[in-house]
């Protein structure tokens, strides 16, 4: 039933740090309402609603399916004695909303995400045996000045305080299908109908919160750009340049300005529908990560949402 990752809302105590933090990242904003929100460059499709707050917070997933799906949530919905409810939050979009079973809160509209905007194909590459960049050069003096360039928001990984009941439920009533796992402390979840290694994770904490928001760039280059150019900023950094297990993807991690993360990534994992993927249940440190340039500090997985 869920088919893609649209947008989060987020309430934050300052607008304007947001502002500043996501306009380094390469996102672009423009106000809607009361509210700031971000976009990648060149596409048409919201990514992050931030919402003045007197604290930070995710305040909620929207999420995408098609109208057969979304039949098919009403009637799971109704099965699970899930309720729909009035939208909790001042925005200017459709779609449906209720809560998961820790309260977090989730919008559903019949909507597809819009194609990635303007020429995103990086240069071809050569690796061994498949040579395809002949006679080009990847960089020159130029390469210097660029700037990472968002494509889209891939995914989100939520604190749970029952990883399996969430994924009980983002499985069992919205449709999702598990990736990976690491027994009950981190399930990667992608969509209905394929597609990306995970459109929603969960890892155990102990109340609700986000962990990360992560950002496809067009190739490895644009994640360290895009870091070195977050860290020389002022911005703190956090775990990366690696690579992951689950999704396979190169990531760089930095910390957002309330404590959660965001992440550039680059090469995920595409698993396309009905496929015959056998998920991964291993240890925490197994599946996080092949090889990184640092450890992952310690604060990796702390959740600096406090509970309400
Ligand atoms: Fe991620």
């Avoid at 498949?130 to 990472?148: H, M, N």
């Avoid at 994770?201 to 070195?228: C, N, P, R, W, Y």
Wanted: glycine share 10%; proline share 7%.
């Amino acid at each position: 039933m869920i088919r893609s990752l649209l947008h989060i809302g987020m309430t934050v105590p300052d607008l304007e740090i947001g502002r500043a933090f996501y306009e380094t990242f390469g996102l672009e904003m423009r106000a809607s309402g009361n509210d700031y929100v971000f976009r990648c460059p060149g596409r048409d499709q919201d990514q992050i609603r931030l919402m003045q707050g007197s604290k930070k917070k995710l305040s909620y997933t929207a999420l995408g399916t098609n109208e057969a799906g979304m039949e098919q949530l009403l009637r799971k919905l109704r099965e699970a004695n899930v309720s729909l409810q009035p939208p909790p939050f001042d925005v200017p979009f459709g779609g449906i909303w209720f809560q998961d079973p820790h309260g977090d809160w989730l919008n559903v509209q019949v909507a597809e995400p819009a194609p990635a905007g303007g020429s995103v194909l990086p240069p071809e590459i050569n690796a061994h045996g498949r040579y395809r960049r002949i006679g080009k050069r990847a960089c020159d003096i130029s390469t210097r000045a660029k700037r990472a360039r968002p494509l889209r928001l891939g995914h989100l990984i939520k604190f749970s305080p029952d990883v399996p009941a969430s994924t009980a439920f983002y499985t069992e009533v919205l449709g999702m299908l598990v990736s990976d796992k690491s027994l009950d402390i981190l399930a990667f979840l992608r969509g209905a109908a394929g597609g990306d290694h995970h459109m929603v994770a969960f890892a155990k904490s102990t109340h609700t919160g986000l962990h990360h928001l992560s950002f496809e760039v067009a190739d490895l280059d644009e994640i360290e750009i895009g870091a070195q150019t977050m860290i020389r900023a002022g911005y703190q950094d956090s775990f990366g340049l690696g690579r992951h297990v689950g999704g396979s993807n190169y990531f760089h991690y930095l910390r957002d300005p309330w404590g959660s993360l965001i992440e550039y990534f680059w090469d995920i994992d595409v698993i396309p529908e009905g496929a015959d993927w056998e998920p991964i249940d291993a240890a925490p440190h197994e599946v996080m990560f092949v090889w990184a340039t640092t450890p992952p500090p310690d604060d990796f997985v702390l959740n600096f949402e406090a509970r309400d």
